[in-house]
């Protein structure tokens, strides 16, 4: 049931007395306009307020006899002289003082709503709480008690829906009996935070007598002191020159008084909603709160990080591994069909299609299948809102080392690729601080990086492939987070800084979204492998056939043994050294070099480079690897946000010897242990 | 409340919103609203994530970020 408002026709006003003028507050988005629209019908008008551009909607009913005048004022979320809008809601209420102000208020967003109520409050006008959307707050699992938010308040509050025309009927009889004078009204205003409260009170007493009406006092010194642009130009005319002065000083005095203000407010509104609101842990809420207490967890958030990294691996082996041999007979296929065809063809032709091409980037491509996987999963994380939690957590063992916040979470895009993590160090402010954090950006592992990880390790450790590739890019986070603290340390000391981040709730994956996400990361690295790495291939493959026709006699073989001695100190022969630089074009560069200098186009190269090198050897050059100097782009990125060659430079030498340290390291140790076992 | 905010901030470290809640023993929603508030008067500063402009990025491709999520950092005093 609910009582329509009857249109003036039908019952006169009584005579003589002029309409109750109701004014309707609320922040955009309440329902403000839906209740004033069923309040008035028809009869509303719409126009502008004066001299503005803003607009006014005013209207008029009659209930139980009694004719109203409700004006709709501009939806604002606070009444400071900030907008147009703001000014004119509070003027009106100022000076037109209307009976009743009702303020409608979302029950589902509370804490916003009340903002405005808590500055509504001190206006000299009674103010009625409109609680609306209680049905939206319900399906929530927002549980409010309006008895107990009135009592908090002090001022009477109406659960409404107004959507359904709940609650009209109540709300207009309050609205009567506050008009007249009927309801109890004591306010709970908002405290301005204890230390300010004495001057609060002398400014009060210093511009006592000057204050011009319509304005409460307590009102003008309260805004005096928030800095409110317009209550202080009013005041500087209306005060007598020295008594402005003492008040300028006093403001001067305490010129963050704005902060404490605000404070006031907030603490207010805290204790509303601590006494009337009960949100029960349902729903999406309550699953990532839970899911979040493993999750972000100190040591188990790390555990659970580890994990999700090891099946990532274990994922791409058990179901990458077999399509990658399917691609690979493909391959090889391919090229004993092409040297086929070119059987009467010269030599070079086919050697550079056999060997060159396929050999090349067909190696690349046969790890599209690991590509893929890494991607999908990558995408799936991030779809689930997982991501941000590994972030987090990564970023909880950072700070335990002694890096900061803001300098480690750009990092972390680094897994995907170095390059957005490079520009990621932009919300750095310190120049020092951002020299330093894109230092540390290559030596994240990026997915091309772990992919040639996933695609060597299998070739060389067989069923140790899982183990050894898990902890190898466990260890290289490790040396990131060492190197950090290292550089942190010398450079950071006494510096503080806070990072506040909001974690997004978990939610079921769009499939969608994943699937796009993967199809345009596979087509972009199909059109890297078609370009680049084909080119490379191809320079490579001519390098390693000219002058003499064989791979040994070639210059690329020349230059190679000529940088052998620095490669053999951590076990690598000239033909990794060589693969190893030609990674610095792509990090894929390294899979397509060994496929052209083994002339593996017909016979798969995993298998060659397992018959080739020992497993001491595929480790040292897997640590090398993933350590050293980053891709042509990523460079490039370092040499452009730097603004300088010198950093450029640096980085590119600092990656050189961690990476070949680490390498050594590994080999001769590992053949230190080998000759005493 | 604002100023334990601030206090608590100006220590140092990594927060998330729900941590700082808990802290200050009040909702999510009032403890962003009061970082709105510490954003408007330069105590904290939001951090633009790559994350807004990932329509336009020719990185997008390759990021593995796409969430939007809000984050702030506490100005330098």
Not at chain 1, 206 to 234: C, F, N, Q, S
């Amino acid at each position: 049931m609910s009582v329509r408002a009857v249109p003036e026709t039908v019952a006169p006003p009584v005579v003589g007395e002029r309409p109750i003028l109701v004014a309707l507050a609320g922040q955009p988005n309440v329902g403000k306009s839906t209740l004033f629209n069923f309040l008035t019908g028809l009869h509303q008008h719409v126009g502008n307020w004066p001299g503005k551009t803003v607009e006014r909607k005013e209207g008029h009913f009659t209930f139980n006899g009694a004719s109203y005048r409700l004006v709709d004022l501009p939806g604002t979320y606070s009444l400071t002289a900030n907008s147009l809008e703001e000014l004119i809601a509070r003027e009106f209420i100022l000076r037109e003082r209307p009976d009743v102000v009702v303020a409608v208020v979302d029950a589902a967003t509370l804490e916003r709503s009340l903002y405005l109520v808590a500055e509504l409050l001190p206006l000299p006008a009674p103010v009625i709480v409109a609680l609306n959307m209680m049905d939206v707050a319900r399906q929530e699992g927002i549980q409010i008690e309006p008895e107990v938010l009135q009592a908090a308040l002090g001022v009477p509050v109406v659960p409404m829906s107004a959507t359904h025309g709940v609650g009209m009927p109540e709300l207009l009889e309050t609205v009567e009996r506050m008009a007249r004078g009927e309801l109890p009204y004591a306010p709970r205003l908002p405290q301005i935070r204890p230390d300010h409260q004495e001057v609060l009170e002398t400014i009060g007493e210093r511009i006592a007598g000057y204050v011009p009406e319509p304005y409460p006092r307590e009102w003008v010194a309260l805004k005096l002191l928030e800095g409110d642009p317009e209550v202080t130009r009013m005041m500087k005319e209306a005060l007598p020159p020295e008594r402005w002065a003492e008040v300028h000083t006093v403001l001067r005095a305490y010129d963050d008084a704005q902060v404490a203000v605000a404070s006031g407010r907030y603490e207010w509104i805290g204790r509303m909603v601590r006494a009337a609101v009960t949100r029960p842990r349902i729903g999406q809420i309550g699953l990532t709160e839970r899911l979040d207490r493993w999750t972000t967890h100190p040591v188990w958030g790390l555990v659970i990080l580890a994990s999700v990294l090891g099946m990532l691996f274990w994922l791409t082996y058990t179901v990458g591994a077999p399509l990658q041999g399917w691609l690979e007979n493909g391959v090889g296929a391919l090229a004993e069909g092409v040297r086929g065809l070119l059987a009467g063809a010269p030599a070079w032709l086919s050697g550079l299609l056999t060997d060159g091409v396929i050999g090349g980037a067909g190696a690349v491509l046969t790890f599209l299948p690991i590509l893929v996987i890494f991607f999908a999963a990558m995408a799936f994380l991030e779809d689930v809102g997982y991501m941000a939690r590994a972030a987090y957590v990564m970023d909880g063992l950072m700070h335990l080392i002694g890096l900061h916040g803001k300098s480690f979470l750009p990092l972390f895009l680094g897994f995907g690729c170095n390059v957005p993590a490079i520009l990621g160090t932009r919300v750095i402010e310190s120049r020092r601080a951002r020299l330093l954090t894109i230092l540390l950006a290559p030596l994240v592992p990026c997915t091309a990086r772990m992919a040639v990880v996933a695609f060597l390790a299998p070739a060389f450790f067989g069923n140790a492939a899982l183990l050894v590739s898990w902890v190898l890019i466990l260890t290289s986070i490790l040396i990131l987070a060492l190197t950090g603290a290292v550089v942190n340390r010398l450079m950071f000391r006494g510096q503080r800084s806070a990072f506040i981040m909001e974690l997004p709730l978990y939610h079921l994956p769009n499939w969608r979204t994943i699937g796009l996400s993967i199809w345009q990361r596979s087509l972009s690295f199909v059109r890297k492998a078609g370009t680049v790495i084909l080119a490379v291939s191809v320079v490579i493959w001519a390098l390693s056939i000219f002058p003499g026709g064989n791979v040994e006699g070639s210059y690329l073989a020349r230059v190679g043994r000529w940088l052998e001695p620095v490669g053999r100190l951590a076990g690598l022969d000239w033909r990794l050294t060589v693969a190893l630089l030609s990674s610095f074009i792509a990090k894929e560069n390294s899979i397509a070099t060994l496929g052209v200098l083994f002339r593996a186009g017909e016979e798969g190269l995993a298998g060659m480079l397992a018959a080739t090198y020992s497993p001491l050897v595929a480790l040292a050059y897997l640590v090398v690897q993933t350590l050293f100097i980053p891709c042509a782009a990523t460079v490039g990125a370092i040499r452009q946000e730097t603004a300088s060659w010198r950093w450029m430079l640096f980085s590119v030498g600092l990656l050189l010897v961690i990476s070949l340290l680490a390498g050594m390291a590994v080999f001769q140790v590992g053949a230190w242990v080998a000759k005493g076992v | 409340m604002l100023e334990r905010l601030l206090e608590i901030l100006r220590a140092g470290g990594t927060h998330r919103v729900s941590d700082l809640a808990r802290a200050l023993d009040t909702t999510p929603a009032l403890v962003e609203m009061m970082l709105e508030d510490l954003s408007r008067a330069g105590y904290v500063k939001p951090v633009a994530t790559c994350t807004e402009a990932c329509a336009s990025c020719p990185l997008a491709d390759s990021c593995i970020s796409t969430q939007p999520g809000k984050a702030w950092t506490l100005n330098p005093d």
